[in-house]
T-cell receptor, first 113, second 114 residues
Framework: DGGITQSPKYLFRKEGQNVTLSCEQN?????MYWYRQDPGQGLRLIYY???????QKGDIAEGYSVSREKKESFPLTVTSAQKNPTAFYLC????????????FGPGTRLLVL | KQEVTQIPAALSVPEGENLVLNCSFT??????LQWFRQDPGKGLTSLLL?????REQTSGRLNASLDKSSGRSTLYIAASQPGDSATYLC?????????????FGGGTRLMVKP
């Protein structure tokens, strides 16, 4: 089945720790995205990538980092610099940057211990 | 900067009612507008995508309209069912965003009572 997978479903972070969220897609999509969703709110863009080895900051990139070494994978690292990381993180992909529907993964909920 | 607003934030209706969800955006220079559905604790499912040159899109009991000049879109749900209960998100793709990405509204949480 084609789709987007995210792991883990739940992730716990200790103070000062970096954690990495996984996102994999087998849709052969060029563009991939990371969003953050806080309770009762819409999604805000963290980072996006149009093509392998290229990525751009979104609206709330501070405290996060990404890589795009493979077309299928776009991992997100939440660094210790992100002081309020508790949120629901959603990964998405699309065939092109703008004109096509974005397909979303099931999400990862990050909690701080 | 593009801003997207959805009204109402929450809506509760009896089963069988026809209903309208509203989405407004501040900058009419858009590429497209999408409506998504989100179930609690889940990812988003795309319902309808309207390109800027289109006025509406239909899928089953759903109909979405777009009026760029007034900065508005509506999602019409006919004959609502309990299974329609979810949060509905509107998202606008416009060239004024950083990297031409989607800007999301805060969503409308819909409850359809049996």
């Amino acid at each position: 089945d084609g789709g987007i997978t995210q792991s883990p479903k739940y992730l716990f972070r200790k103070e000062g720790q970096n954690v990495t969220l996984s996102c994999e897609q087998n849709l052969n999509h060029d563009a991939m995205y990371w969003y953050r969703q806080d309770p009762g709110q819409g999604l805000r863009l963290i980072y996006y990538s149009q093509i392998v080895n290229d990525f751009q900051k979104g609206d709330i990139a501070e405290g996060y980092s990404v890589s795009r070494e493979k077309k299928e994978s776009f991992p997100l690292t939440v660094t210790s610099a992100q002081k309020n990381p508790t949120a629901f993180y959603l990964c998405a992909s699309s065939g092109s940057l703008l004109l096509e529907t974005q397909y979303f993964g099931p999400g990862t909920r990050l909690l701080v211990l | 900067k593009q801003e997207v607003t959805q009204i109402p934030a929450a809506l509760s209706v009896p089963e069988g009612e026809n209903l309208v969800l509203n989405c407004s955006f501040t900058d009419s220079a858009i590429y497209n507008l999408q409506w998504f559905r989100q179930d609690p604790g889940k990812g988003l499912t795309s319902l309808l995508l309207i390109q800027s040159s289109q006025r509406e899109q239909t899928s089953g009991r759903l109909n979405a309209s777009l009026d760029k000049s007034s900065g508005r879109s509506t999602l019409y749900i006919a004959a609502s069912q309990p299974g329609d209960s979810a949060t509905y998100l509107c998202a606008v793709g416009s060239p004024n965003n950083a990297g031409n990405m989607l800007t999301f509204g805060g969503g409308t949480r819909l409850m359809v009572k049996p």
